[in-house]
């Protein structure tokens, strides 16, 4: 009998941004990094004897919590990678509901009918997942795995499993950033003995908990904001809505109108001359209208923010404002520090690199 832990990684920036990020690899948020450690704690007693990655960032980086304590390595994989989505590859999840509603439908609740460009399908993720869980239980008989997956491949094993056909996947409910499933593999049968456990998590801790775009629809909330260029949406109105200074919406080349459905919510400006030759990115605005704080949009337009500059090559993102700025406390919460000070202003910056 082989004893199989199968794992999501912990949260990363296209949970919280709000974008697709199947193959592109993006990073571990700081919430993340505390639940990797509460992942840590729960596998403090447990024996394990050999630990298997997908080879994406954010999963390998998960895989510490088990791998560092031990002293076992890393050994990564594309098997356990997640559903490739081809052209959506880092998308806002907004914009994907506007431009491809019915795919977007079907990306959650039939993905055997979802296709777009370049997308790996449903049936090869499940494939995948299985035999490689299988093949890699066998060849460590008796012993104790620890696997680090993603969300839409642990669900389609997980349909598999209880023979759930695509068209109902709604019955699979969406696991936790770091939820653990326990798999069994005797008599050359898979079973499943618990899953989706999140119990090493508070409420806080939890990044479903925060969020709603999962749940019923007499329970959901509109929250992923899609966007369009600022000068498509009445923006001189927009600017005096969002009180944004004049001269700093002329220092930004690319400017971003948020919107929710079609309301508009939020703006964002980009510089991208000033100090490219740095590999620096500036934020020269990012605002969200007051009644609509407290709600992601921000976390979101930061988001677009990184995404932009990261397909420019650039390595670190910066921001001036004042030193008394409510901003400054939220902004450290996604690891800006503060590079520089002048007079009532700082300058915060954050290392955007990754290994795309």
């Known amino acids: 009998m082989t004893r199989i832990f199968l794992i999501r990684h912990a949260e990363a920036e296209g949970n919280i941004f709000r974008r697709a990020h199947g193959h592109y690899n993006g990073l571990i948020t ?10 840590h704690e729960r596998f403090e ?3 394990i004897d050999v630990i298997y990655s997908s080879d994406l960032a954010r999963a390998q980086t998960t895989a510490t919590a088990l791998s560092e304590p031990r002293g076992l390595p890393i050994i990564p994989t594309e098997k356990l990678r997640e559903v490739g989505v081809g052209v959506w590859e880092d998308d806002a999840w907004g914009d994907i509901e506007h431009l491809y509603p019915e795919m977007n439908d079907k990306f959650n609740s039939d993905p055997a009918s979802w296709c777009v460009e370049g997308s790996e399908t449903y049936d090869n993720v499940k494939s995948r997942m299985f035999s490689f869980i299988t093949e890699t239980a066998k060849s ?11 969300g839409f491949a642990i669900r389609s094993l997980m349909c598999l499993l209880n023979d759930i056909p695509s068209c109902e996947t709604s019955k699979v409910p969406y696991y936790d950033n770091t939820a653990v499933t326990l798999l069994i593999y005797d008599n050359n049968e898979l079973t499943i003995d618990y899953c989706g456990c999140n119990s090493h998590l508070s409420e806080r801790q939890s990044t479903l908990a925060q969020q709603t775009w999962w749940q019923p629809l007499e329970r959901r909330r509109s929250e992923n904001i899609r966007y369009m260029p600022l000068d498509e949406v009445a923006s001189a109105d927009l600017i005096n809505t969002f009180k ?5 919406h002329m220092q ?18 980009l510089d991208t001359k000033k100090d490219r030759g740095e590999g620096i990115g500036w934020i020269s605005y990012i605002h969200v209208a007051s009644a609509h704080r407290g709600k992601s949009f921000t976390t979101q337009l930061l988001g677009l923010a990184i995404s932009v500059f990261r397909k420019l090559k650039r390595e670190r993102l910066r921001i ?15 690891d800006f520090e503060v590079v520089d000070t002048a007079g009532n202003l700082i300058t915060m910056e954050k290392n955007i690199k990754n290994s795309m």
Request: proline share 5%; net charge negative.
């Open 30 to 39: 700081q919430k993340g990094y505390k639940q990797i450690e509460r992942l």
């Open 45 to 47: 007693d447990e024996h």
């Open 140 to 150: 460590h008989d008796g012993e104790t795995i620890a696997l680090f997956s993603h």
């Open 244 to 248: 944004v200074d004049v001269e700093e």
């Open 252 to 269: 930004a080349d690319l400017q971003y109108a948020a919107l929710i459905v079609d309301e508009p919510v939020g703006v964002l400006g």
């Open 320 to 334: 001036e404002l004042p030193s008394d700025s409510p901003g400054v406390s939220f902004l450290q919460r996604f």
